[in-house]
C-alpha cells in the first residue's frame, strides 16, 4: 500500500449542499427500510461517498436536504456523522416532488457566503471540488463542473446537457439539439442562486437547471471544465454496476505498480478488496495480516524440505499480493491515513528481512560455513537500500526519483515473485542471492544516473 | 552529511552590485597582488562568498564595481566567473576615491530594474536577501538590511548607524548619536538611488549614506530587520579572526547533531574541516573517504583478536568524525549538494553493513552456530530502519519527524561509539546487539507514538 498526498487540501469553508430529497424512481433499492442514498457501493452509501469526496477535498460542514422517506434517510444520516466525527446539517424539503430547484432553495435560510451543491447519488473524484473552488466565482454569479468528453459519458441520454462557450454556459438542458459538454452535477454558487430559483418558481420551473438557466441569462454562469477526472450519474440497476468496476479499474497505481504488480497481483487483491471492503475491517488490520503472512513463509523456509519450501514460496507471494489490498481498501472506502501508508512500507521491510534469514538458515542447513550467511546479509540489504534510496531521493530533492529501467526490474512485487519461483524451483536461496546482485547493481546504478543527470559533475 | 534545502530559491531575476572598489586600508592583505576582495576565508576569498551567497538566494546576474589595484580583481573575478559558471559584468569607478557612492552610481547605465547592493566584505546568511526580496520595495524608494541586536554587532564604532521607526528610517550615519539599529550593507534599491546620489554628489557628498540620506528626507527608505541573521563587516584583522570562528561555530547542526556528535565528534571534525577547506578536496571525496574507513574497521574486526579490535574501534570512531566533515566542508565552501547529501546517506548504511558483518563474522569464529548470525541481522536492520522510518516519514507526512527521547538514543553518532567503546572492552558483538534490540524497541515506540498522536486510533 502506498499513498502520497492523502492530507486534506487546506480547509475550505464552504458550506456543501447535498440533494438527496428525491425518490431515484429509476434505481429502486431492494431494501424496503433504505432510500437511494443509502445503495452501497463496496461498503459504503453513496451518500457516504458524496460526503468523504468532500471531505477529502477539505470540506467540513455539510447540509443533506431529505425529502422522500425521510426519517429513513435522517438516521442513516446520524449514524454517518457519528463515524466520520462530521457536521451534518438535515434541511426538510416538503415540496420535493415538484423538481430539485426546491431542495436547494430550502437551504436558504442556512446559507449566507459561496457554497458547493452536490448530488447524493453522484460519485466523483475529490480533486474536482479542490479545482473547481480555486477558480473564482463571477459576482452575483455561479460556476458548474462540466465534462466535454461527451463520447465516454456513461448514459448520456439522461445527462443533463450544456453548451459553453470561452469558460461561459450559455444553455443548459436535458433536451439540448447542440452542445459540447455535460452538467456533472457539482455547482459552486453564490447566494443569487436563491434568488434565481424564486424567479424561476414564479413561472412554475422548480428544477436547479431552470433556476441556472436565470443565472445564465445575466450572463453569470461560468464553466470548470474537470478533463479527464472521474465522476459518474449513478440512476440505473445499469450505471451502479459500471460505477463498480469503475471504482476497481481505478485501484491499479499504474505510475507505481510494477510489472508483477500489474498483470499478477492486483488481478487477484482487487477481488479479495472486494470480498474485504463489505466487512468492517481496516487497512491496517490488512497490513497485519499480510505481515503475518510474510513471516508465517519466513518459517515455512526455516524446515528445508521441498514441501515446505514450496508452501512458504506460495506464502511470500501471497503476502505480496496481501500487500497491495491494504492500499486498494484504503482507497475504495477513503480509509487511507499517512500512518497506514508509513506503518505498512516498514512491516514490508521486517517481512524481507524475514524471509532471507529463513531462507539463508535453510541453505546454511546443507552448505554449512559462514559464506551463506553474508550472501543473505548483502541481499538483505540490498533489498532494504533499493527502497531507502528512493525515500532518501524524496527528501533531499523534494521529488520522486525518476523511473529506470533497472529500479523496476528490483520493485519489491518482483523481487517477491523471483522468490516464489526460486521456491518453485527449490532454489530460493539462489533466488534471493541473484535478486541481491541485482539490487545492489541498481543502487550503484543509481548514483551514476543521478550524478550526471543532475550534472553536479561540474561542481565535484 | 546532511543538507535540507540547499535547492536554491525560485530565481530572482534582480540585478546584484558588488561594490569592492575600496583600498580597505584598515586590513591589508600581506599578500602584493591580491586585493581586500581577495583575503581567503576557509578557501574562498571574501567576494566569492558574498557572490555565493547571493546565487545560494537565487540571483545570478553580478555588477563588479572596481578601482584599487583593478587589474588585480578582474583577474580574480574572471577565474570565479568560470569555476562557478557566473555572469559577472565589470563596471571601473576611476573616482573611487571620493567615496562608494560614486561605485553605485558608475553603474547606473547598466541597471533598468530594481537591484540589490552587497559589499564585498561582509559575510552574511543568504536567507537575508532572500527575505529581503520579498518585501515590497517603495516606489521610487529602497529597503535597507537592519540588524537591531545592537549589543551583538562586532565593531559598533565602526559601523554605520541607523534610526528606524516603524519600518522606515529616518537617519542613518556613522556619527549618529541616537540609533536603535546598525546598516548590515545590504540594500534592495530601485534606480531612484542614482538620483538621490546626483543630489548628494551636487553638494560634494559622495557615500552611499548620503544618497541614502536624500531617498530618507523622501519618507521612501524601508527598513527589513534581520533579527538573528549572521552577518559580519570584515575590516580589520581582528573582524577576519571573528569571523572564522563565526563560520566555524555555524557548523554545528545543533537541530540534528546527536550528543557524540554535539561533544565528541563537532570539535574534532571541525578541527580537520579547517584544515582540508585549503585543499580543492570536494565533499564527496570525503564521503568517499569516511566510507573507506568504515570498511577498513569491519575487516580488522574480522581478525578477532584484542589488537585489531581496537584498532577496527577506533577506525569505527574515526569514521564516524569523518562523517562529519563532508557536512562542514559543504557549508563552508558552498559545495553542499542534494546528490551529495543522498550519497553520503547511502554510503553511510552500506558502512552500518561492513562494520555489522565484520563484529558478526569475528564473535561467530569463536561462537560457531547460526544465533551469532542472526542476531548480528537483526541488529543491522535495527540500525537501517531506524533511519528509514524517519525518510519514510518525511515523503507521507511531508514533515520532519517529531523528536524523541528513544530516538535520539539511536542516532548514529551514538551507535558508533557504542561500538567503538565496545571494541575497547573488546566486546564488540554485545554492543552491536545491545544497540540493535534498543533501535528495534525505538521503532515499535515509534509506531505507537505517531499512531497515538496522529490521533489516527479514531480511524482504525
Not at 56 to 81: C, D, M, P, Q, T
Not at 178 to 188: E, L, R, Y
Request: aromatic content about 12%; proline content about 3%.
Amino acid at each position: 500500500m502506498s499513498i502520497i498526498g492523502t492530507k486534506a487540501a487546506a480547509e475550505i469553508n464552504n458550506k456543501v449542499v447535498i440533494l438527496a430529497a428525491g425518490e431515484g424512481k429509476r434505481l429502486r433499492t431492494k431494501k424496503k427500510n433504505e432510500t437511494k442514498a443509502q445503495i452501497k457501493v463496496y461498503g459504503l452509501s453513496l451518500i457516504q461517498r458524496a460526503i468523504l469526496s468532500a471531505k477529502k477535498a477539505g470540506l467540513s460542514n455539510f447540509i443533506v436536504v431529505v425529502g422522500y422517506k425521510k426519517e429513513i434517510l435522517v438516521s442513516h444520516l446520524k449514524k454517518l456523522s457519528k463515524i466520520h466525527d462530521l457536521n451534518i446539517e438535515i434541511v426538510e424539503n416538503p415540496q420535493w416532488e415538484k423538481g430539485n430547484g426546491t431542495s436547494v432553495y430550502a437551504c436558504h435560510d442556512l446559507i449566507k457566503g459561496n457554497f458547493f451543491i452536490l448530488m447524493c447519488d453522484h460519485l466523483f473524484d475529490p480533486s474536482i471540488l479542490t479545482e473547481l473552488s480555486k477558480n473564482n466565482l463571477p459576482e452575483n454569479g455561479a460556476i458548474l463542473a462540466i465534462d466535454k468528453n461527451i463520447d465516454k459519458v456513461f448514459d448520456l441520454g439522461d445527462a443533463t446537457k450544456v453548451q459553453d462557450q470561452d469558460g461561459s454556459i450559455i444553455r443548459i438542458g436535458k433536451n439540448l439539439k447542440s452542445f459540447n459538454a455535460v452538467d456533472t452535477g457539482i455547482f459552486f454558487c453564490t447566494p443569487t442562486i436563491f434568488a434565481a430559483l424564486e424567479n424561476a418558481f414564479s413561472e412554475r420551473k422548480h428544477s436547479l437547471s431552470d433556476g441556472i438557466a436565470r443565472i445564465i441569462n445575466l450572463d453569470k454562469m461560468k464553466a470548470y471544465d474537470i478533463g479527464n477526472k472521474f465522476w459518474l450519474d449513478i440512476d440505473t440497476e445499469k450505471s451502479l454496476k459500471y460505477a463498480k468496476r469503475a471504482l476497481l479499474s481505478q485501484l491499479n497505481k499504474i505510475s507505481e505498480d510494477g510489472f508483477i504488480s500489474r498483470f499478477v497481483n492486483r488481478p487477484i487483491s482487487k477481488r479479495i478488496s472486494v470480498m474485504l471492503s463489505y466487512f468492517p475491517i481496516s487497512p491496517n488490520i490488512i497490513t497485519i495480516i499480510s505481515f503475518v503472512t510474510g513471516l508465517m513463509a519466513a518459517f515455512m523456509f526455516i524446515k528445508g524440505n521441498y514441501f515446505f519450501t514450496l508452501f512458504a514460496g506460495l506464502l511470500v507471494q501471497l503476502s505480496s499480493i496481501i500487500d497491495g489490498c491494504d492500499g486498494e481498501i484504503a482507497r475504495l472506502k477513503f480509509q487511507g491515513t499517512p500512518f497506514g501508508a508509513w506503518f505498512d512500507t516498514i512491516l514490508d521491510r521486517y517481512v524481507d528481512t524475514a524471509i532471507s534469514i529463513g531462507i539463508g538458515y535453510s541453505f546454511w542447513l546443507t552448505h554449512p560455513g559462514v559464506l551463506p550467511w553474508i550472501g543473505c546479509i548483502l541481499a538483505l540489504v540490498g533489498f532494504i537500500l533499493t527502497s531507502y534510496l528512493k525515500k532518501e531521493y524524496f527528501r533531499r530533492y523534494f521529488e520522486e526519483m525518476p523511473k529506470s529501467f533497472i529500479r523496476t526490474l528490483i520493485k519489491r512485487d518482483i523481487r517477491l515473485f523471483v522468490i516464489f519461483m526460486g521456491a518453485i524451483i527449490n532454489k530460493p536461496y539462489w533466488a534471493l542471492i541473484s535478486i541481491g546482485i541485482i539490487s545492489h547493481i541498481g543502487i550503484g546504478w543509481s548514483f551514476l544516473e543521478i550524478y550526471f543527470r543532475k550534472n553536479h559533475s561540474r561542481r565535484m
